[in-house]
């Protein structure tokens, strides 16, 4: 009887387990059905211009980025490999090849050979001398070829090795071809801060300017760059399951460009267009376009002499807004309008608190001034500093919205308060407690208020008067003197303060120095004022040492005697572009830092593919860290 209830219960084991074999194969196949229904997907409609942009047309599904790129030659698809038995401390070469083959899952093809020659693909040569055939081709332009060099820019490899100043013989059309890296390739690969896949990838050294952009969903969309007069386009996709690029054909700029002004609005305003047109081919047409589709499309006229028109929009849904003008010839001009996507969002709460970020286009708001009012509270004036908006206010409990005014329209942002108002919160945790508050509210009442001692006469020999300067006077004085030097918001100096108290408070009599500097001081540790490099500024006007730095360019670059004009952050002259650390540059960059220790946290702070994007820069004079200080002899 025990055997065979034994027997019994082991067949009931087995049955179980190949039926649960048998659900789990017939639940699992839908399922990897529907995993592969969702599989990631991306294909580019259409490549164009608008005025002096590139722009791309694409269908995508799915999370990944985009990145769309300028390059001012024609981009390569084929990586050639040099093995060459000659090379110079070459044993990590397989290392090498095996990283390349990433670029295998872009499209690119990469193969390895020893046949010394240069074609028209990109040649990685590792030898750390130039070889004496990749050196003629170059004298020869024998080919357009692309040669990423791994040596020294004064040795060549030829029956041996010779040192000559190769490099510095080619004309700079001939230096265009050449990326080189110092050292040999052991040296390279110790290194490891250059990714010479990512390069290639992204073209860095014919780059002239770059977009990213982030996606998940499904549907069509668009992206821009700056392109100029003409180029190309290189859009590089990735997916976590698919990746790619795609290469447009040669574009080229209209004759004419359309430019809105402004040409990026916000979604509550509104841009006008003012163009002419000599002479058309047939009745002219304006067409507008977002993500490839036809947004409007107006008759013009047809045209025999010049006619001015004049065009204004207003649209609401944030992207770019492609414009066209053309007749029965092709396209006469065309631009670019631009709407901005701006989200605002509660960051964090501490206490009576209140931090909200301001994304615009995916990136922080960097410095604006914003109006936050309260239900129907009377607006307060408040700063955006880096994407953040603090706000202090006591709620009451239950729903309450934050009315967010910027860039003329006002944006709720609503709050669910659980927490109970501070004087209720003391009510419901006893009288002593309240009377603690009182006692602090009405002693703070009484107390006086935060004013200064200024000593100041007209000269050295007379005694010194001594006046008292409340808080708000000091600080209308250091408002007014802004005004009275055209600073506009900029830092100022001691000095320049001082001129302030003598013009309006002390009738011209001197004041003494050391007397202002602890005014200014005192009003830095009451959070008034923000202080740097001796520099003073209201505390909640922006980033205090970039606003310094900016007066002291300005200031160097006119005693100096520099033609420049300020193009949003940069200072832009005839020969370079000098800014900060992120901004875009269109040309020959001088990057501002504070110090040399301020440039080595900056590259400390890079990832190794931005580290070897700059070095490249560098490398071909393209970009150089100017500390403050030596700003003038740079100049």
């Known amino acids: 009887m025990r055997l065979r209830t034994i027997i019994l219960g082991t067949i009931f084991v087995l049955l179980l387990a190949v039926f649960g074999i048998v659900a789990y194969m017939l639940l699992a196949e839908p399922e990897a059905a529907g995993s592969q229904a969702g599989a990631s997907s991306f294909s580019v409609l259409e490549t164009g211009t608008a005025g002096d942009y590139g722009y791309a ?6 999370k990944g980025n985009i ?6 030659s024609e981009p390569k698809r084929q990586v050639v490999i040099i093995n060459d038995s000659q090379a110079i401390q070459a044993e990590r070469l397989p290392e090498l090849i095996d990283q390349l083959r990433i670029l295998e899952r872009y499209g690119y093809t990469v193969t390895v050979t ?6 028209n693909e990109i040649y990685i040569v590792p030898t750390g001398a130039i070889p004496a055939y990749a050196l003629f081709n170059l004298q ?3 080919s357009n070829g692309t040669i990423i060099y791994i040596g020294a820019k004064d040795l060549l490899l030829s029956n041996g090795i010779k040192e000559t100043g190769w490099y510095s013989s080619l004309s700079s059309q001939q230096r265009k071809r050449v990326v080189q890296y110092d050292g040999t390739l052991d040296d390279f690969m110790d290194q490891g801060n250059v990714s010479l896949a990512d390069e290639i990838l992204h073209n860095t050294w014919m780059a002239k300017n770059t977009t990213t952009r982030q996606l998940d969903g499904s549907g069509t969309g668009s992206s821009t760059v700056k392109l100029g007069p003409t180029g190309y386009v290189r859009l590089i996709y990735e997916f976590p399951d698919i990746a790619g690029f795609y290469d447009s054909s040669y574009l080229r700029a209209p004759a004419q460009y359309l430019v809105p002004s402004p040409q990026s609005i916000y979604p509550w305003q509104s841009s006008s267009l003012k163009f002419e047109l000599t002479r058309t081919n047939g009745t002219a047409f304006l067409t507008v376009r977002k993500d490839g589709k036809v947004i409007e499309h107006d008759q013009l006229r047809r045209v025999t002499d010049e006619n001015v028109f004049m065009e204004r929009f207003e649209y609401e849904e944030p992207g770019d807004y492609v414009i066209i003008v053309d007749d029965n010839s092709g396209t006469l001009a065309s631009g670019l309008l631009h709407i901005s996507d701006i989200k ?8 009576f ?15 604006a001034e914003a109006l936050v009012s309260l239900g129907n509270s009377t607006p307060r004036k408040y700063y955006v500093s880096d994407g953040t908006l603090t706000v202090n206010a006591n709620l009451p409990r239950g729903t309450n919205t934050f009315n967010i005014e910027l860039a003329g ?5 609503v709050i669910e308060n659980t927490q109970d108002p501070l004087i209720i919160f003391y009510l419901n945790y006893g009288v002593p407690s309240f009377l603690l508050v009182v006692l602090v509210y009405f002693g703070a009442r009484m107390s006086r208020k935060p004013v200064y001692s200024l000593r100041f006469g007209d000269s050295a020999s007379t005694i010194r008067q001594e006046m008292v300067l409340p808080t708000e006077r000091a600080m209308e004085s250091f408002k007014k003197i802004r005004e009275d030097m055209d600073l506009a918001g900029s830092p100022i100096t001691p000095q320049e303060f001082t001129i302030s108290l003598k013009r309006y408070l002390t009738n011209g009599a001197e004041v003494t120095e050391g007397n202002v500097e602890e005014v200014l001081k005192k009003l830095v540790k009451a959070g008034r004022l923000e202080c740097h490099r001796d520099y003073y500024q209201v505390k909640g006007e922006g980033d205090v040492k970039r606003n310094v730095l900016r007066r002291i360019i300005r200031e160097k670059l006119i005693e100096s005697g520099t033609m420049f004009k300020e193009v949003g952050s940069k200072f832009v002259t005839k020969d370079f572009e000098i800014g900060f650390f992120g901004d875009v540059f269109t040309g020959k960059a001088m990057v501002v830092v504070d110090d040399k220790a301020e440039e080595r946290r900056i590259i400390d702070g890079l990832s190794e593919t931005e580290r070897s994007r700059l070095k490249i820069m560098q490398s071909n004079d393209m970009l150089t860290f100017v ?6 002899d740079v100049l």
């Open 627 to 632: 500390p403050i200080d030596r700003l003038s």
């Open 344 to 351: 605002i969002d509660l960051l964090q709460r501490q206490g």
């Open 409 to 413: 329209a006002s944006m709720p942002v």
């Open 353 to 367: 608190t209140y931090v909200f970020s301001v994304i615009v286009d995916g990136q922080p708001l960097k410095d």
């Open 140 to 142: 020869q332009n024998s």
């Open 67 to 72: 990145t769309l790129i300028s390059l001012d």
């Open 114 to 119: 020893d046949e010394p020659k240069i074609g």
């Open 57 to 62: 047309v694409f269908n995508y599904r799915g």
